[in-house]
């Protein structure tokens, strides 16, 4: 094509400097215009001076040969670029089969390197259209391995593709050799580790990084002292790995422990990954002293070293002494959110004599404190936004008064936004409705002093009592023996006795509410004037003319046998207060009923009780 070309100079339609960049992308065939991507150049048309070039959805496109030599950079064939428009399938296979293969290709085209998200540009949707994660993750750990790669630690390090095949000890010890400070070297050897079986010289390549850790570690101690408790988990390991025996002279993780002032610090620096190892460490170096100082430093910790910590005192024995730890910590309020939200998490019927309605005051006042610190956290906020359950597990024991208490505090809690509150506020009147006025401010007629006989007064404090003391506690020991026979979703006992739970809350809030309305009488020397409550009186079916005699007593005095009524039926509400002589009207059961009042005296006074008796009591919380 020169030839046409140095006629096309000649006669004026190209330029002198136009000729090498035309003689590339002939010779190319392929193309990339930074607005309409790769093309391929399908014709040279010398006599028009112009391309024609399929560019992706741009088919058959004219370009003048000017322009071009100007506006497109040229690529080879073999340019992943250019294999994505010539044989889209045969990379689909590759991807599929021969993963490095690929991305030799790929590195090949950007100059023998790329970063992780040019690779990822280049490779998705068109090629790869699945799990790019899980495709990558198969093909990196292939790169490792493979001695013509050099995959850096950093996504934001290109990997780099060499002709020259190096073995992976070389590469894994040039990586830890280059490494400058003690956490890069710990990733090295943690890459070790994870492909030990594949080293051609175990020992020369283990034995040297086992030695320099050493070195790094006695230089961490004191200075950084968590990171070198790591080096020691990471260098036994990879030693344990490799069948090398341990050196006399290296310093253990008792060696560091017995040098750290602040455990709870160190362990939670170690990555949680690692605090099972570091707890298990620290009892080792301190026997007899290991339990007191996490129960202690148990208030400081996250919430996932705080379960750590939970599993390790409870399987050394020490339960009863972390109960009353917590125990204490929430009667003063002084627990952490990060251990009430452990807390919250747990839920376990091991510390269900600790969950209850100081539980949540607790978490309130934690979240309040927190608002002060500069690295605050909202996970326990969160958690009880998103647990639909929990606020209802922990104030079900509690008393009506009680729950009244916590709404109270909710409402004026600023942990939480309006929405939020509402929220949690609605999952507190769903259980229990007669904190609704509370809310709402309604003040409704059946809140006012409820008059009863002391008998039927008697009967609702005896069910009470039966209630709080034997059902539910019984109840609750069902539902243990329930929990214990295994999975939840398929437990059928755990699920009628978790029913049965509510029921016997519902109507114990109930009882309390009445209770505490609830105020009991004798009855004795009612007004006989009018209708009240006390009174006998004889009245007149005005629809059929037939007499009929009504005794009208307290609210839970209702006798339909005998003709004795609540003074809260539609009936006695329409007499009440009514004098002989009246006529009253009234629906009942859809129909409308007419009454007139022939007569009115005192019922039968009730026996009398003793003074001890005769005083209303509310429910002890």
């Known amino acids: 094509m020169r030839e046409e070309f140095e006629k096309l100079v000649a006669a004026g339609k190209i330029g002198r400097h136009h000729l090498e960049p035309l003689l590339q992308l002939t010779k190319g065939g392929y193309c990339i215009h930074r607005s309409w991507g790769v093309g391929r150049i399908t014709t040279v048309d010398t006599v028009f001076s112009r391309f024609i070039i399929d560019f992706q959805g741009k088919a058959g496109h004219h370009m003048d040969l000017t322009f071009a030599a100007e506006s497109l950079k040229p690529i080879p064939p073999d340019h992943i670029l250019a294999r994505k428009l010539s044989d889209l399938n045969g990379l689909r296979q590759m991807a599929a089969l021969q993963h490095l293969d690929l991305i030799r290709i790929v590195l090949q085209s950007f100059g023998g390197k790329a970063t992780l998200e040019q690779i990822q540009q280049v490779l998705v949707p068109d090629i790869i259209a699945d799990d790019w994660k899980k495709w990558w993750e198969v093909a990196r750990n292939e790169m490792k391995k493979d001695g013509h790669f050099q995959v850096p630690l950093k996504k934001t390090t290109p990997i780099v593709y060499q002709a020259k095949e190096t073995s992976l000890d070389e590469r894994l010890l040039e990586d830890f050799r280059a490494a400058k400070v003690l956490k890069n070297k710990l990733v090295i050897a943690h890459e070790m580790l994870k492909n030990i079986n594949d080293l051609t010289n175990r020992p020369g390549t283990v034995g040297e990084i086992i030695n320099a850790l050493n070195a790094d570690i006695i230089s961490h101690q004191r200075t950084q002292p968590s990171l070198a408790l790591e080096a020691v988990f990471l260098r036994d390991e990879v030693r344990e790995a490799a069948g090398l025996p341990a050196q006399g002279n290296e310093l253990n993780d008792t060696g560091i422990w017995t040098q750290v002032t602040k455990p709870a610090q160190a362990l939670e620096s170690i990555p949680a990954s690692k605090h099972k190892r570091a707890l298990q460490s620290f009892k080792k170096a301190h026997p007899d002293t290991w339990a007191d100082v996490l129960l202690v430093n148990l208030n400081s910790m996250s919430a996932k070293l705080c379960g750590e910590c939970v ?14 730890q917590l125990a204490r910590l929430i009667a003063q309020h002084q627990a952490s959110a990060e251990l009430l939200l452990w807390l919250a998490k747990e839920r376990s ?23 002060f610190n500069e690295k605050r956290s909202n996970k326990l906020r969160d958690f009880i936004l998103d647990d639909q359950s929990l606020l209802v597990e922990l104030i079900g024991s509690a008393d009506l ?12 809690s600023p942990c939480f936004d309006d929405m939020d509150k509402r929220s949690l506020l609605a999952r507190i009147v769903k259980s229990y409705p007669a904190v609704q006025s509370l809310i709402s401010g309604e003040h409704k007629r059946e809140e006012s002093t409820l008059i009863v006989s002391w008998e039927s007064l008697e009967r609702r404090k005896d069910e009470y009592t039966e209630l709080v003391q034997k059902r539910i506690p019984a109840n609750s020991k069902e539902i243990a023996v329930a929990r214990s026979y295994g999975d939840l979703r398929e437990n059928h006992e755990y699920k009628a006795a978790k029913e049965m739970q509510k029921l016997l809350m519902r109507r114990k809030a109930e009882l309390e509410t009445q209770l505490v309305r609830a105020r009991g009488t004798d009855f004795l020397n009612p007004r006989t004037d009018v209708v009240s409550i006390g009174t006998k009186v004889r009245v007149t079916d005005l629809n059929s003319d037939h007499l009929e005699t009504f005794t009208i007593m307290g609210a839970w005095d209702s006798n339909p046998e005998k003709n004795i009524i609540s003074y809260l039926t539609p009936l006695a509400q329409a007499l009440l207060n009514k004098k002989v002589g009246d006529d009253v009207s009234f629906e009942m059961d859809g129909a409308k009923k007419r009454y007139r009042i022939e007569g009115i005296e005192e019922s039968k006074p009730a026996p009398e009780r003793s003074l001890a008796s005769s005083v209303s009591a509310v429910p002890a919380a």
């Not at 599993?311 to 009353?324: A, C, M, S, V, Y």
């Open 311 to 324: 599993d390790l005192l409870i399987h050394g024995g020490r339960l009863n002494q972390l109960k009353d």
């Open 349 to 371: 019927d091991t510390f269900a004599d600790i969950l209850g309605p100081e539980v949540f005051r607790a978490m309130l006042t934690g979240m309040e404190r927190d608002q």
């Open 401 to 412: 008064e009680v729950i009244k208490d916590l709404t109270r505090a909710l409402q004026l």
